[in-house]
């Protein structure tokens, strides 16, 4: 099949954009190629045709291409973690200007998942800890973080850890049980419900997530979370935590909180 067959296939089984990443999967070439070569012929064995088919069903994008960028790299995605979100890279953001100006860099990770947020921060030259209660995220995580400073502890929030940290970073479940039910089919069908479901009103993990991380941030260190319900800030507050700040994702939602650990 050459790539013009291949290519309008797919935009008719599954649309432009998702047919030609799949595609520039399948042959290694990138999208000016795939399009300035069109009789070139798609590569013995490929499993492109499978492909659509399982794009098709609902699997998501990032399961069948194993691949997907965080942060400007790489990482290696499928079911045993969540995929990662644009959204998240912003927690990694707000987390790396705080390290950066205070020149700090021992952190807890919890509820690693893929691994993709200790990944970035260990890229940016910290050391980290990556924590999360489920083996088989465990496992992906590992493979994202080979070759990094990185520690990776399985662990029932902090049940397993140890030691004090200038940076605790975590993207927790927190969609409430109403939401499950409306999520869409290619996530509530593929995506481990382990690292989406956050109790009936999704704040079940922050409220035992944000008291007991003040005995784990050294005095100064911050807490830096993604959220859903906007009530999670409030809950920093009133376990204590100063200076709580609150960013907006790209959609203009309330995302990503932080507070400092001022207790000596």
Not at 172 to 196: F, N, S, W
Request: aromatic residues 8%; proline residues 6%; hydrophobic residues 40%.
């Amino acid at each position: 099949m050459t790539y013009e067959k291949a290519l309008k296939c797919a935009i008719e089984e599954i649309g432009r954009r998702d047919g030609m990443l799949l595609l520039a999967h399948a042959t290694g070439q990138n999208s000016a190629y795939i399009l300035l070569h069109p009789q070139e012929e798609l590569p013995p064995g490929s499993n492109f045709l499978q492909s659509i088919k399982r794009r098709k069903t609902g699997e998501p994008l990032q399961y069948i291409l194993g691949e997907w960028e965080f942060c400007g790299h790489i990482i290696n995605t499928d079911p045993r973690a969540l995929i990662p979100r644009p959204e998240t890279e912003l927690l990694v953001e707000e987390a790396l200007k705080f390290l950066s100006a205070r020149g700090w860099g021992n952190v807890l990770d919890m509820c690693t998942g893929s691994g993709c947020i200790a990944a970035a921060v260990a890229r940016a030259g910290h050391s980290v800890t990556a924590a999360d209660i489920s083996p088989d995220a465990l496992s992906l995580a590992r493979e994202n973080g080979a070759g990094l400073d990185i520690t990776f502890v399985q662990s029932d929030l902090f049940a397993g850890i140890t030691g004090k940290f200038d940076a605790i970073i975590s993207n927790p479940p927190y969609i409430t049980t109403q939401e499950m039910e409306g999520l869409a089919p290619t996530v509530r069908d593929h995506e481990p419900h382990m690292a989406l479901h956050g109790g009936n009103d999704g704040m079940d993990i922050y409220r035992k997530l944000v008291p007991e991380s003040l005995n784990y941030l050294k005095p100064g260190g911050a807490l830096f979370l993604e959220i859903g319900p906007l009530a999670v800030a409030y809950i920093l507050e009133e376990t204590g935590f100063a200076d709580v700040k609150i960013r907006q994702d790209y959609a203009g939602i309330d995302r990503i909180v932080y507070g400092v650990n001022n207790n000596v």
